[in-house]
């Protein structure tokens, strides 16, 4: 696959694994693990799925005698031992728990489990990127900024958005804090977090959705300063000039990536 795939598959990877983890609670919650989306994680890493007792068993090397093995359950647990010892200790028969030695194992798991719920999680979705190569050239970026400019002109507003996730990334911008949220329009920059717990958010890509039109503010603002949110939100509406607009948005972008190589 080429860069622009397999980003998209890590974007997508990251989505599941938030989702997964999303759903996860205390027992005393009630809530159920999104077993689905953690299956379709557990199917890009090639684990072999086997059904035994009534376990939903994920095995990273059957041909092995002890191999990690993730049970799909609500607690999600990731077990360094053997298909056996994972369905005696989950789902004992009487004649097992007949053997004082297993009564030991049933109760206590943490001499084989490597890991639970989200940390489980955590596990499978690095063991999903590590598969995926992510190195990338200036060709791979102007492709990026091609498809983007080229769907800013289409007014074809998923393609400009995908675009915009890809740049971001790479470049580690994420969606922005309250205070920069504006109706209608797809925002990516750079976020940090200061001690006086302030929230910086810039530069910053602002796409309206309505009227398909890309800008960028440079500038970093903070989520105290409500003169320059204020400034920003003037930006959007077009009643102030951002620093770049429309298609050297995109150029922006690429030359910003482009300093990572």
Known sequence: MSFKENLLQKITIDKM???VM??????????????KTMR???????YTYKRKRDLDLFIEDVDAEKTRILVLDNDLAIY?????????????????????FNVVKILKDTDVVISKK?????TI???????????????DLDEIAKDGTASLEREYADGVIESMDLFAEILGYSAPPKPFRIDHHKIVGALTQKQSGEVFFGPMV??????????????QTGSFDREKIEFIQKVASGKEQAFSQGPLVFQYLKNTALLRV
């Open 17 to 19: 694994a938030k989702q």
């Open 22 to 35: 999303a759903s996860i609670g205390p027992v005393e919650s009630g809530r159920k693990v999104d077993k």
């Open 40 to 46: 379709r994680l557990l199917e890009m890493v090639s």
């Open 80 to 100: 360094n031992t053997t298909v056996y010892d994972v369905a005696m200790r989950k789902t004992p028969t009487v004649k097992e728990m007949m053997n004082p």
């Open 118 to 122: 989200e940390e489980s999680v955590k």
């Open 125 to 139: 979705q690095k063991e999903c990127i590590d598969r995926l190569d992510l190195s990338y050239d200036e060709s």
């Open 206 to 219: 602002l796409y309206s959705i309505i009227h398909n039109s890309l800008k960028l503010i440079e500038t």
